[in-house]
């Protein structure tokens, strides 16, 4: 599973859209201190220098790993210096999925490395997991409607307005599509209908007859054809030189909102806040989630801006 740097002679671009030419590979926000949820700063790194392949002898990240990850819950990994501890890099290991989708990733003196470059930190940070952290982010959609059940379409663009399902995550105050970690044997469309029912319907705290018919109208919203928005690397304040995050982001769209309309958003879990959010170019959400949105703004012949221009700007 070992990779030479030399098999690395350049990272692929992350394919953030189909219409834009300058593909870029983010990784900006896994480069910020302090660290979250800590006082811990990061060693800084030039934005020159982020790429593994530019030599830098000097370099000498801060090493930190969160106590609730060193507590050994469930979800993390344990310390690769553990003797009963061996996990299979670039492999399915056992129920634990520990490829990349975005390749192979080099492994050096046993560690798993960002293959996004050096943030700064070395070690696992709040990640439980060495290497990549499969997340799945489930994105609702539906167009927004007069009173009379007309679509709206934007005053300037002419194209109608389409809006998501956000919540406000409790950990960061920030915006952000709901979604969560894929659970070791989980299969992603299952982790989706979970994380969106557990943080935008507070389906946990429901009563067995209220999940079940929760879970009724959840099926008949993600039993329809689904629209795989962005598959790869995420750019994540959580990110480490050893741990990162890594996603599947899908698209369930509510042509007619009759489902949707059906369903009453409840912040549950770590979800502070859950509301139907307009989508355009001014919104500020958590991680590189604007990309993801953007890109199902496009799918769908959405509003985003009342700039032509900005449709190819990041």
Not at 108 to 121: C, D, H, K, M
Request: net charge negative; glycine share 8%.
């Amino acid at each position: 599973s070992n990779l030479s740097a030399a098999h690395w002679s350049h990272l692929q671009p992350l394919k953030m859209s189909n219409s834009c030419a300058a593909d870029k590979f983010y990784h900006s926000k896994a480069l910020t201190s302090p660290y979250p949820g800590s006082n811990v700063e990061r060693s800084r790194v030039p934005q020159d220098k982020v790429g593994w392949l530019t030599e830098w002898r000097d370099y000498k990240p801060v090493e930190y790993t969160s106590v609730a990850v060193l507590a050994g819950p469930s979800w993390a990994d344990p310390q690769l210096s553990d003797k009963n501890f061996s996990p299979q890099f670039n492999e399915r290991d056992g129920e634990v999925e520990r490829k990349s989708l975005n390749g192979l990733y080099v492994v050096e003196n046993g560690r798993p490395r960002n293959p996004a470059g050096r943030t700064g930190l070395a070690g696992r940070g709040l990640l439980g997991r060495w290497g990549p952290n499969h997340a799945a982010d489930p994105i609702i959609t539906r167009w927004k409607r007069d009173s009379s059940g007309n679509k709206i379409a934007h005053p300037v663009t002419g194209k109608n307005i389409l809006q998501f399902v956000a919540i406000k995550r409790r950990d960061c105050g920030e915006w952000a599509i709901p979604g969560g970690m894929v659970d070791p044997g989980e299969k992603i469309t299952a982790t989706l209908k979970r994380e969106f029912g557990e943080e935008a319907l507070n389906s946990l705290q429901k009563s067995p007859k209220e999940k079940e018919e929760l879970e009724k109208q959840l099926q008949r919203l993600f039993s329809q054809e689904a629209f795989v928005v962005y598959r790869g690397y995420v750019d994540d304040p959580r990110n480490t030189d050893n741990a990162w995050m890594e996603t599947e982001a899908v698209n369930y769209h509510d042509e007619s909102g009759e489902t949707m309309d059906n369903l009453p958003l409840e912040a549950g879990d770590d979800a502070g806040q859950v509301k139907w959010v307009d989508i355009s170019e001014k919104l500020k959400l958590y991680a590189n989630h604007i990309h993801f949105i953007k890109l199902v703004t496009e799918k769908r012949g959405a509003h985003w801006s009342e700039d032509p221009a900005s449709e190819c700007r990041d």
